[in-house]
């Protein structure tokens, strides 16, 4: 009996050496091969599928504004505001597919259904582009406007583009957190990678829009809108085929259940025990049991804020009974790791409201960057030089500063504190509030430049495209900070809000990053919108008008700048009172639930 007993611990022991440690399975339901499955072989075709469908969507969003102006008849006010509800609407789409992930399909699947929904509006677009929208052929250049468009001819542009939204939307939160779960962060050789990962994911981010900034923008700007859709539409339709040939590769964490229920639960059984009094030991406390923790993963610790939704894991008499029947009610009784999930996602919100003005800021590159630089003189001889293409800069900047911080930035920091092992020498919190302060740099230069702008504007210009003298390289600087601002505050934000989710709500914490830029482009169009109506009157354009050298958008840049002081002091003051999350043990996953987990 003793030798079949130390048998099994060899056995054993072997197992956790070959199998990952984290609870993730193969494709097939599975303990995950260590050796065959996940790492970088999996990580780097999700880069690469990544960097395909970004390619494909700023094909379509990064000339969008001008799409709207040029063969849609659209103002520039008009089509700003347009871009940023469209652009929010994609992002809002990124909550919908968290919650499917997270609950229902998983990952993989998930992936893979808003990735079709994904191609197929690409498709329809293009199609709608060259049979109805341009014409007569050749329109939607800087020189010739196209003709008037029936009402189901927009309808069907607004379908596909919509469609274009939900599939990239819901396909973004997901692929981030995929990526991240093809390394075990139980093992000391794959951990550091998970967090060099989401650096390299937002560099291939921005490597993928880099040819639509380039190449696809300078055939749309000069008309061929057909030839850049139907491009994009075949680079995400190649990011689908690569994505299906990692199949054998990947990793797989289980759909945990409905989030809404658990949070529902929670406060509904606090509710019901507001006039209990809590005692002062914790062992009254309801712990439960693997079972009914187990979409956690790993089980989290008792904090000792937000008290109140403590009493939903206080056990009273009548729960006690119950529990001694086995008949446990979820509304009336909660595990203190399910309060303490709820707890969690309360915790993130002061700091995810504080991050939603810079998303504002950071719209304003696809919108009025835009509007600003197709005001200036956009010509070196006799090429032209796209106004959208100078958010390649942006990219060159991310590049850039994606290097620099891991390489020098961040272990500079380190040996100045002084710190050991694998902590990172910028926490996460710091990381996003640097971020913060460079974008309103960002706005800051982004006036002044138009202040320069104005005064070397053409005073009896009737059309504000290359009205100015001033070149359209005065822009590289708020081009280049932004690029900057987003090493610090996007990669930061992806980092921080997937490391304090819970395991069971990975999705939902990449889908929180997304969120705040929808509501960021949400917030940008009611900006513009107020500011509009306030700044204009019977004798003055207001601030961003038809023909920008009646109007004053260097005035819109520092009002942003402004904003950006005041919601940096609200960031640093929540910054400072945030508690991360506590975790205890892993919890075990038995191998009859493993073959449901995909």
């Not at 993963?297 to 529990?323: C, Q, V």
Request: hydrophobic share 45%; aromatic share 12%; charged share 20%.
């Amino acid at each position: 009996m003793t030798s079949l007993k130390l048998s099994k611990e060899v056995k054993l022991k072997g197992g956790e050496e070959e199998y990952t440690n984290d609870g993730t399975v193969d494709f097939y339901g599975m303990s995950a091969n260590r050796a065959n499955t996940g790492k970088w072989p999996a990580a780097i075709m999700l880069l690469l599928n990544q960097g395909l469908a970004t390619l494909a969507f700023f094909g379509v969003g990064v000339n969008l504004v001008l799409f709207l102006t040029r063969v849609l008849h659209q103002n520039n006010a008009e089509a700003a505001n347009n871009v940023s509800i469209w652009t929010g609407t994609v992002y809002i789409f990124s909550l919908f597919g968290a919650f499917l992930s997270d609950s229902y399909w998983g990952r993989f699947k998930t992936c893979i259904i808003f990735q079709g929904v994904y191609v197929t509006g690409l498709v329809l677009l293009s199609l709608v582009t060259q049979l109805y929208l341009i014409k007569p052929k050749g329109c939607g250049d800087r020189t010739t406007l196209c003709g008037e468009h029936s009402t189901m001819e927009i309808r069907l542009f607004y379908i596909s583009v919509y469609m274009i939204a939900l599939g990239y939307g819901g396909y973004q939160p997901n692929i981030i957190s995929f990526g991240a779960d093809q390394f075990d962060e139980h093992d000391l050789r794959e951990k550091p990678s998970k967090p060099a990962f989401f650096s390299y994911f937002y560099l291939a981010l921005n490597l993928g829009s880099f040819f639509s900034n380039t190449v696809l923008d300078y055939f749309e700007d000069d008309g061929m809108w057909a030839l850049g859709f139907w491009a994009s539409a075949a680079s995400a339709f190649a990011g689908l085929v690569l994505f299906l040939g990692g199949t054998a590769k990947y990793r797989h964490f289980r759909s945990s259940g409905n989030p809404i229920t658990r949070f529902s639960q929670v406060i509904v059984a606090a509710s019901k025990k507001w006039r209990v009094e809590m005692p002062e030991n914790e062992d009254a406390l309801y712990e439960g049991d693997d079972e009914s923790s187990k979409t956690a993963g790993r089980k989290m610790l008792h904090t000792h804020e937000t008290k109140f939704l403590d009493k939903a894991a206080l056990i009273t008499s009548k729960e006690l009974d119950n529990e001694k029947q086995s008949n446990s009610n979820p509304w009336r009784l909660c595990p203190i790791s399910q309060v303490e999930e709820v707890k969690c996602i309360l915790r993130l919100l002061p700091i995810w409201l504080c991050t939603i003005l810079y998303s504002v800021e950071f719209t304003q590159m696809a919108s009025m960057f835009v509007v600003q630089g197709d005001a200036m003189k956009t010509t070196i001889g006799n090429f032209r030089i796209p106004a959208a293409s100078m958010s390649g800069f942006d990219i060159m900047s991310v590049a850039i500063f994606v290097f620099l911080y891991r390489q020098f930035f961040d272990p500079l920091v380190k040996k100045f504190k002084k710190i050991k092992g694998e902590a990172q020498g910028i926490t996460q919190l710091q990381r996003m509030g640097i971020g913060l302060a460079i974008a309103g740099m960002a706005m800051l230069s982004a006036a002044i430049v138009e202040c320069y702008r104005l005064k070397y504007a053409r005073k009896d210009c009737t059309q504000c495209e290359g009205s100015s003298s001033l070149s359209i390289f005065w822009q590289v600087p708020q081009y280049s900070l932004i690029g900057a601002s987003e090493v610090f505050m996007y990669v930061g934000q992806l980092e921080f809000f997937g490391q304090q989710t819970p395991a069971g709500l990975k999705s939902f914490g990449s889908a929180l990053c997304m969120a705040s830029i929808s509501l960021g482009n949400y917030v940008s169009s009611l900006l513009v919108s107020i500011v509009m109506k306030i700044s204009t009157s019977e004798n003055v354009s207001g601030w961003i008008p038809a023909n920008l050298n009646d109007g004053h958008l260097d005035r819109f840049y520092f009002l942003l700048a402004s904003l950006t002081v005041l919601d940096l002091v609200a960031y640093i003051a929540c910054a400072r009172r945030y508690k991360g999350m506590k975790h205890g043990e892993m919890i075990k996953v038995s191998e009859e639930d493993k073959c449901d987990q995909v």
